[in-house]
């Protein structure tokens, strides 16, 4: 053998290698699946979160119930609705209804305060006592898996704070509204009773 073919040889070997090692790492990140998945199509009841307090979270908290996922901001027209929502969860959340807001500053720049303000704000002003999230991206290149994921079965993404996202109790999407629209309104009311009234679709649970 030459010195050039034990070149080729080892060539080759490091090559060989290099594609089992990438493989390896491919069915790791996508067990049972293809290596193109979409890690956002995961399960939604997997995803972790952070809340407005700093202490770690997941989606998985939600799995069964109903929950209106809103990304919020303190300096917008749409504020006011940290209030209509902290009525709505009261009306339902015996019934297994749950809120989840997401203050973010994608629009306007109108979420600029910290956590620890943000927190204190709402409980100040509004008495909010569903779940408020760690101020979270929603669009563009670092929107929150969550987010990413919440698009994926919408097909669109917010355009502006207060777009309200309502998940039904195996985690699929049932229905959006616009900022605008707000959260007492007979369009979200109805379409509320009548998620909790479905049960969770078995096949989506773990």
Not at 26 to 36: I, K, N, Y
Not at 39 to 49: V, Y
Not at 93 to 106: E, I
Not at 108 to 129: C, F, H, K, M, V
Request: charged share 20%; glycine share 6%; with cysteine.
């Amino acid at each position: 053998m030459t010195k050039f073919d034990r070149f080729e040889q080892q060539e080759q070997v490091l090559k060989t290698t290099a594609l089992f090692l990438l493989a390896t790492t491919v069915a790791m990140a996508f067990p049972g699946g293809h290596a193109d998945a979409d890690p956002t199509l995961a399960d939604i009841f997997s995803i972790p979160l952070q809340t407005i307090d700093g202490q770690s979270s997941w989606f998985g908290i939600y799995e069964g119930r109903v929950v209106m996922v809103v990304n919020t901001a303190s300096q917008c027209g749409h504020t006011p609705q940290y209030e209509d929502l902290q009525t709505l969860y009261r009306m339902y959340r015996s019934r297994g209804f749950a809120v989840a807001a997401f203050p973010s500053n994608d629009f306007g720049g109108q979420e600029p305060d910290s956590n620890q303000t943000i927190a204190d704000n709402l409980a100040r002003e509004y008495g909010i006592q569903f779940d408020v999230y760690a101020k979270t991206p929603v669009v563009g290149p670092d929107a929150h898996l969550l987010f990413r994921h919440l698009e994926q079965q919408m097909d669109h993404r917010p355009a502006w704070n207060f777009h309200k996202v309502l998940v039904g109790r195996d985690g699929r999407v049932i229905q959006t509204f616009n900022p605008a629209t707000n959260p007492l309104d007979a369009a979200v009311s109805s379409a509320v009773e009548a998620a909790l009234s479905e049960p969770a679709r078995k096949e989506s649970t773990k």
